[in-house]
């Protein structure tokens, strides 16, 4: 290890990630990542290795059966099967079945075999026919959580300490005794009460949940039938890792994100966002409460705005665990596989973690009342204009200024042209179904 770089000892994390890939980009030495980072250049090559992406070379127009020496040969008549053929047999699909100096075409890229060991930085990967590697952040960041879970999993002891362990807690588990209670009288135990737990509910021990009375009392808490059932997701996006952001960086901007759901056997869900800035909402309109459609909005508006605009205007997007939001790096790598945005997820059962997006809620069911509403007949023009003046309502938190009023100090005109929302005059305003009449109704 250099002695010249401070290391830190520490995972890599995705800020960590971003900047290697950014840094690849420009063709920056290993060692210059590594200073940057507090990391030795062998743990850079490390990660860009194990987490590289393999690109296949474009086979458009590509020769069926290349030849790796077709550049300096000319022969012809190789296989003389068809009589007065004049071309030069590296044209033909038959000819290298009868060439015995026929070498496949290896389309591998030498200088992938050393550092950088990727394609990110080249000046010549436009062009290139060759296979390629490339080296995405978000992928790793994914890769390295995936190696993380799965190398946790299982159980983390021998075949002799478990039979040891076995005979001791099993035969007092039987005569009524806790796990608690057994690990008070056996301090050579040195699993915890949890583990001993996990033991017993994997199958390892000779007894089961059965043999715990007050363990099969109780149910585990069911996921809700429209939660997200990967767990794992979480690790880093947790609301204790958002709190824990906001501590360090108190100025960024917050976009809260959620959907709203009409009365059962109605199809089409909206899907807003709230800038906690300027307290606007937008609202799009989906054909149906699935992950594809979020992650098309966000392209959407990626593609309108440019991704340096993205980052700048939702750098931080809080949401709830509802499965339209499963997949979060989709929503969080731009569509030229940039970072644009942090996806943070509230607590189950906690929708007061974003209480600016919940209330404002409250204004869109003025005029769509849950249980009397369909948004199935609704077209985003619509929503446009249930928009518009639930953003020209005065409002008493912002000192009687509306968010419209707001949103243009304080969100890019760009942004708002993409929305195509307009202000409407303060008695002009409607916020009762009457506004949507005739297309609301179930």
């Given at each position: 290890?250099?002695?010249?770089i401070e290391t830190n000892?520490?995972?890599?994390?995705?800020?960590?990630?971003?900047?290697?890939?950014?840094?690849?980009?420009?063709?920056?030495?290993?060692?210059?990542?590594?200073?940057?980072?507090?990391?030795?250049?062998?743990?850079?090559?490390?990660?860009?290795?194990?987490?590289?992406?393999?690109?296949?070379?474009?086979?458009?127009?590509?020769?069926?059966?290349?030849?790796?020496?077709?550049?300096?040969?000319?022969?012809?008549?190789?296989?003389?099967?068809?009589?007065?053929?004049?071309?030069?047999?590296?044209?033909?699909?038959?000819?290298?079945?009868?060439?015995?100096?026929?070498?496949?075409?290896?389309?591998?890229?030498?200088?992938?075999?050393?550092?950088?060991?990727?394609?990110?930085?080249?000046?010549?990967?436009?062009?290139?026919?060759?296979?390629?590697?490339?080296?995405?952040?978000?992928?790793?960041?994914?890769?390295?959580?995936?190696?993380?879970?799965?190398?946790?999993?299982?159980?983390?002891?021998?075949?002799?300490?478990?039979a040891t362990l076995d005979?001791?807690?099993?035969?007092?588990?039987?005569?009524?005794?806790?796990?608690?209670?057994?690990?008070?009288?056996?301090?050579?135990?040195?699993?915890?009460?949890?583990?001993?737990?996990?033991?017993?509910?994997?199958?390892?021990?000779?007894?089961?949940?059965?043999?715990?009375?007050?363990?099969?009392?109780y149910k585990p808490r069911?996921?809700?039938?429209?939660?997200?059932?990967?767990?794992?997701?979480?690790?880093?996006?947790?609301?204790?890792?958002?709190?824990?952001?906001?501590?360090?960086?108190?100025?960024?901007?917050?976009?809260?994100?959620?959907?709203?759901?009409?009365?059962?056997?109605?199809?089409?869900?909206?899907?807003?966002?709230?800038?906690?800035?300027?307290?606007?909402?937008?609202?799009?309109?989906?054909?149906?409460?699935?992950?594809?459609?979020?992650?098309?909005?966000?392209?959407?508006?990626?593609?309108?705005?440019?991704?340096?605009?993205?980052?700048?205007?939702?750098?931080?997007?809080?949401?709830?665990?509802?499965?339209?939001?499963?997949?979060?790096?989709?929503?969080?790598?731009?569509?030229?596989?940039?970072?644009?945005?942090?996806?943070?997820?509230?607590?189950?059962?906690?929708?007061?973690?974003?209480?600016?997006?919940?209330?404002?809620?409250?204004?869109?069911?003025?005029?769509?009342?849950?249980?009397?509403?369909?948004?199935?007949?609704?077209?985003?023009?619509?929503?446009?204009?249930?928009?518009?003046?639930?953003?020209?309502?005065?409002?008493?938190?912002?000192?009687?200024?509306?968010?419209?009023?707001?949103?243009?100090?304080?969100?890019?005109?760009?942004?708002?042209?993409?929305?195509?929302?307009?202000?409407?005059?303060?008695?002009?305003?409607?916020?009762?179904?009457?506004?949507?009449?005739?297309?609301?109704?179930?």
């Amino acid at each position: 290890m250099s002695k010249k770089i401070e290391t830190n000892q520490k995972h890599m994390n995705q800020d960590n990630r971003v900047v290697i890939e950014k840094r690849l980009d420009a063709s920056v030495s290993f060692r210059a990542i590594g200073i940057e980072l507090g990391k030795d250049p062998t743990t850079i090559a490390k990660e860009v290795k194990k987490h590289r992406v393999f690109q296949m070379h474009n086979t458009f127009n590509e020769k069926l059966f290349r030849c790796a020496n077709a550049k300096d040969c000319h022969r012809k008549h190789v296989c003389t099967t068809v009589p007065f053929c004049n071309r030069e047999c590296k044209r033909c699909n038959k000819c290298h079945s009868y060439c015995k100096d026929y070498v496949q075409y290896d389309y591998h890229c030498p200088l992938t075999d050393k550092a950088p060991f990727v394609c990110n930085g080249c000046d010549k990967k436009r062009g290139c026919r060759l296979d390629k590697y490339f080296y995405r952040a978000v992928r790793a960041q994914s890769e390295y959580k995936t190696i993380l879970v799965e190398a946790r999993r299982g159980i983390n002891i021998t075949e002799e300490d478990l039979a040891t362990l076995d005979a001791t807690v099993s035969p007092l588990i039987l005569n009524g005794q806790s796990p608690y209670m057994i690990l008070q009288n056996h301090p050579e135990i040195s699993q915890c009460e949890k583990t001993i737990y996990n033991y017993i509910d994997q199958g390892a021990l000779s007894v089961s949940n059965l043999d715990l009375p007050k363990l099969v009392k109780y149910k585990p808490r069911k996921a809700h039938a429209s939660e997200i059932d990967d767990t794992g997701i979480f690790e880093g996006r947790s609301y204790k890792d958002f709190e824990a952001f906001i501590k360090e960086f108190p100025d960024t901007k917050i976009t809260e994100m959620d959907t709203v759901i009409g009365p059962e056997g109605s199809h089409k869900v909206l899907l807003t966002l709230h800038f906690c800035n300027a307290d606007f909402m937008m609202a799009y309109l989906l054909n149906s409460k699935e992950a594809i459609g979020v992650e098309n909005t966000f392209d959407d508006i990626n593609r309108a705005i440019g991704t340096e605009l993205f980052c700048k205007t939702m750098p931080l997007i809080v949401t709830d665990r509802g499965r339209e939001f499963k997949h979060p790096e989709a929503l969080e790598c731009g569509i030229d596989n940039v970072l644009r945005t942090s996806i943070y997820y509230c607590d189950p059962m906690a929708s007061w973690q974003k209480p600016h997006c919940e209330k404002n809620h409250e204004y869109i069911r003025k005029i769509c009342p849950q249980t009397t509403t369909t948004f199935d007949r609704l077209t985003q023009n619509d929503v446009n204009l249930m928009m518009s003046h639930i953003n020209s309502a005065n409002r008493e938190s912002l000192g009687g200024l509306t968010p419209f009023k707001l949103a243009k100090m304080m969100l890019p005109k760009k942004l708002l042209k993409h929305f195509g929302l307009w202000e409407i005059p303060s008695d002009e305003v409607i916020l009762t179904p009457a506004l949507l009449k005739g297309k609301i109704e179930v």
